[in-house]
């Protein structure tokens, strides 16, 4: 239950006196989510989502989630929309955390992705890319790759415990990562965690997207490459090249991928997996089986990155460089 700061229902209603929402019916938590506290609630004036930003969230970076929210939707991405009180603020505090109120997006996220869905995600990621483009805030990525020694090492060279030889294994990627990772390629305001449950459809449609809250400025196709992996792969940890091929295909419909960027995608792809394998890693390690926190094995996304070590060419994925950089319909 991503639930880990209780509210009473007079807090909440004396919370929402500062809004424009009309009366307090009911409100549940939702079970959904790992980083902070989530509410379904229904008032006189409509259905909201309420969001308590717990301690892995930074203060400092709320205004830009909640801005770059905001940006999108006026560009016509779909997505949720913070509702400001009376007083113009997105932003509140609710219970001891900061929190904020948005609009209701209708739709359910896809446990069984198809080609047709794949597809949809590329269009709507490079569509999310091409809309930030003039978003004047600036986050850093804090799990960049400079970032991934760091976190490896915090895990105190526990990594043999998951896996015999995982350590040295880890070790021999992040020199090369430190060594070869590309750098010189298009970068702007990427989502950073397009998972199937952050996108949700409606009939079949792809109705918007949600938890911008890793969202930070890096290259763009690392963003591409983050939703390959989470989109492309089945449950056995085979890669599924027609998946592969219709997410591509329907990102570069949008915005076509420049050749360095595409001749790069295996060493993103790579680094990838590494970032998730390794937050993953971290967490199993260090996180009690009590908390509040859902632990991930972290072999889901070592398999990943082992494939796409094993990736010589960016066509593997699906595509021939020709049919990417130009855009295909």
């Not at 989530?38 to 259905?47: A, M, P, S, V, Y």
């Not at 830009?64 to 509702?83: D, I, N, Q, T, Y």
């Not at 070790?171 to 010189?184: Q, Y």
């Not at 990838?272 to 260090?286: E, G, I, S, V």
């Amino acid at each position: 239950m991503a639930v880990y700061t209780d509210v009473t229902e007079p807090q909440l209603a004396a919370f929402l006196d500062r809004y424009d929402l009309g009366d307090l019916s009911s409100y549940k938590g939702i079970a959904e989510g790992v980083e902070n506290s989530n509410f379904l609630i229904r008032t006189t004036g409509g259905t909201f989502i309420l969001t308590l930003y717990e301690k892995r969230v930074n203060r400092d970076d709320l205004p830009f989630f909640v801005g770059l929210m905001e940006h999108l939707a006026s560009r016509g991405l779909s997505c949720p929309l913070p509702v400001h009180d009376r007083d113009g603020n997105a932003l509140g505090e609710l219970a001891g955390r900061p929190a904020a109120v948005f609009t209701f997006l209708d739709g359910m996220w896809t446990r069984r992705p198809s080609p047709d869905h794949c597809r949809a995600v590329g269009v709507a990621l490079a569509r999310m890319h091409e809309s930030a483009q003039d978003f004047p805030l600036t986050r850093r990525n804090g799990l960049a790759p400079a970032d991934w020694r760091p976190l490896y090492e915090s895990c105190a060279g526990r990594a043999d415990e998951v896996e015999p030889g995982l350590s040295a294994e880890i070790e021999a990627e992040l020199s090369d990562f430190e060594a070869n990772w590309p750098s010189a390629l298009p970068k702007g305001v990427i989502h950073a965690d397009l998972f199937p449950d952050n996108v949700f459809f409606l009939a079949g449609e792809l109705s918007g997207l949600i938890d911008f809250y890793f969202a930070c400025n890096d290259l763009l196709a690392y963003d591409l490459s983050i939703t390959l992996s989470a989109w492309c792969f089945e449950q056995d940890g085979s890669y599924n090249v027609t998946k592969g091929r219709a997410l591509m295909a329907g990102y570069a419909s949008v915005r076509p991928l420049d050749e360095a960027e595409y001749d790069s995608l295996p060493m993103l792809c790579r680094g990838a997996a590494m970032r998730f394998m390794l937050t993953r890693l971290y967490d199993w390690l260090n996180v009690p089986d009590d908390s509040f926190v859902t632990k991930k094995d972290p072999r889901e996304y070592l398999k990943k990155l082992r494939f796409h070590r094993g990736v010589r060419e960016a066509s593997e994925y699906g595509l021939e460089k020709a049919a990417v950089t130009k855009g295909m319909a």
